[in-house]
């Protein structure tokens, strides 16, 4: 006789504790779970329930018209709870990603280009400007491409002046960029203009002008009536556009892989100093690509970055510019 009331008291007081809960609920997992707890299928408010089946017909209707309530109550307060704590939610992430602009800001030194990098950066932009192409090749090259390819045999002499590091398969370390000229003549058909900048080796004494790992950059022209003039005329404006209107002279010298060949001097300072190579190229050069000797001519030339930027920068010292000291490298 008293299970209504019973059942009354059951469902009044797990709507009570379930009011409790929820309110105190601090994070969105834990609601769901007194969600699931108290409303659930397998719940505490479901497992009350199955007592109606004890109750008579006209008792039923009022024990589940106050069930429906304490559910509705409970849903009721989940849903308020939730909605408060996505908010609280979101607004700790506001407040935890807001940027204060009146902070000061933290400082990060801004990094600048080497000399030899600049140096190069400097070089390219001139001869890209001449209509070149910039180009490529190998640090470990084979023996024909360094030296046979380039009218330089097995027992020639020049190959004294550029004895290199070599390696147990036979391959050495290049020498020059020249290589890349051989290259890059291999696969095109003139005319072409190239310009092939990149790190080269030698076994050089170090001192305050050379070291056994530098970078040359080396231009050449292939067409059809290329004469020493253009070759000059290349030359002084490429000089000019670097150092200004300079005096500029050649003198006659030797490379195996050109013919004639001369040194170039720039009056730097009250003096002549030597800062490039050239000369038009050996016909066996011509000959080592397929290029027909009696149609095409051209023209090649290099020089050493590192010189340019001792000349430029003032710099008594090649070792200065691989030490990686800031001292001196944040006068650049």
Request: aromatic share 10%; charged share 25%; with cysteine.
């Amino acid at each position: 006789m008293n299970l209504p009331n019973s059942l009354e008291a059951q469902i009044l007081t797990l709507q009570q504790e379930g009011e409790k809960a929820i309110s105190s609920a601090n994070t969105l997992e834990s609601l769901e779970e007194l969600r699931i707890n108290y409303l659930g299928k397998k719940g505490k408010m479901a497992g009350v329930l199955r007592s109606m089946g004890q109750l008579s017909a006209e008792e039923r209707p009022k024990i589940g018209s106050i069930a429906n309530l304490a559910k509705e109550t409970l849903q009721a307060f989940i849903d308020r709870q939730r909605q408060t704590l996505e908010t609280n939610k979101i607004k700790a992430q506001i407040e935890s990603e807001t940027l204060d602009v009146t902070m000061p800001g933290i400082f990060r030194p801004q990094g600048k280009i080497h000399p030899i990098n600049g140096m190069i950066d400097r070089a390219l932009d001139i001869f890209i400007g001449m209509g070149y192409t910039v180009a490529s090749g190998p640090e470990i090259e084979t023996d024909y491409y360094n030296f046979e390819a380039l009218n330089t045999p097995l027992d020639h002499p020049a190959r004294d002046m550029q004895d290199t590091f070599y390696l147990p398969d036979g391959n050495l370390l290049r020498t020059h960029t020249s290589s890349v000229q051989i290259r890059y003549m291999e696969t095109e058909e003139p005319p072409i203009r190239v310009v092939a900048p990149g790190r080269v080796y030698r076994r050089d004494n170090i001192d305050s002008t050379h070291a056994v790992v530098f970078h040359q950059l080396e231009l050449l022209a292939i067409d059809e009536g290329l004469t020493f003039g253009d070759l000059k005329g290349t030359i002084k404006v490429f000089l000019q556009a670097i150092f200004g209107d300079l005096p500029i002279r050649f003198r006659a010298s030797y490379f195996p892989f050109t013919e004639p060949s001369a040194e170039v001097d720039l009056q730097w300072n009250g003096r002549w100093l030597e800062v490039m190579g050239c000369g038009m190229v050996h016909p066996n050069m011509l000959k080592a690509v397929g290029y027909d000797q009696d149609i095409y001519t051209g023209f090649a030339a290099g020089f050493g970055i590192e010189r340019f930027a001792m000349v430029l920068h003032q710099l008594d010292d090649i070792r200065r510019v691989y030490a990686s000291d800031l001292r001196f490298l944040k006068q650049f």
